[in-house]
């Protein structure tokens, strides 16, 4: 086979992409976040990696230029924001890193639902107020979860619920019509879903409505999945116990949202899977998928783009 040339939309100075070392002696790298030499470059790449981790538009642009492109590959698990009209029209397979950051992810639900089982809040303001307060709590035994997208992220809550003895409600792709009589079930609900044109807005006022007011939702999915203004209304109302968001419509979240003021609300700057070494995982999986690809494997993590996910 002849030499693969791997095009690399990142700082060459960056210590993270440490992990591609290794491809050096499999292929001619060319690491770069120059947009002319990019462009100048694109269409000898053989396989495109969206490597500085941010928006898509360099990608996107670079991608339109990468006329001999065979795969091109973005690290992230969301797709949202890579997706453009050419790359969904394109034959050329793109793979992401869904699946690469579940169990953090996985971990920080359970987190989320200790939080408010225990109602450690009042712990915590108890502690700041010196006062030895001891009061009755719940435990996560026996208590219902309901887990809105159950793909890699999905099936990582599930794995850690279980340990701890809850009752596991799932709904998948194609099972909207089933959402209101899951929430109106559940303790918990995780929100585990990409965002595509079906999942946009799937939970409403409507949808909230039917949980019940001991009820508590998660977000680590994406935020415009949750109509942002029926939560607030939701919360505020306290018609549902609570919420824990890791994701937001607008990111940051402003200083002047109202939900900084909120007492039933955990929040999380969208750091949930924010590990240490979460770019070298994400390109370690890359490697691994890299020589999948150059032996002639199939290449896994393959994104159904008009899906978007």
Known sequence: MPELTLLVIADPAATYLTPLAPLAGKARMIVTNDREELLRLAPQADVLLNGDFRSGALFQETFRHATNLRWAHSPAAGVEKVLSKEIIESPVPLTNGRG??????????VGAMLFFTYDMRRNLDDQRGRRWNPVTHGELYGQTLA???????GRA???RAR?????????????????????????FAAVCAPLTAETRGMIGAAELAAMTP??????????????????????????IKGAALDVFETEPLPPDSPFWDLDNVLISPHAADFLPDLRERALEFFVENFDRFSKGEPLE????????Y
């Open 157 to 159: 809550v599930e794995e």
């Open 214 to 239: 001991t009820a508590v939702i998660m977000n680590v999915g994406r935020g415009p999945v949750i109509d942002e203004k029926a939560l607030l209304r939701a919360l505020q109302a306290k018609s």
């Open 163 to 187: 340990a701890f003895g809850m009752k596991i409600l799932t709904l998948r792709r194609g099972e909207s019509g089933k959402l209101r009589e899951v929430l109106s079930q559940c303790d």
């Open 100 to 109: 690469v950051f579940a169990r953090p992810l996985g971990e920080w639900i």
């Open 147 to 153: 887990i809105i997208g159950h793909g890699a992220i």
């Open 301 to 308: 993590n393959v994104v159904d783009k008009h899906a978007g």
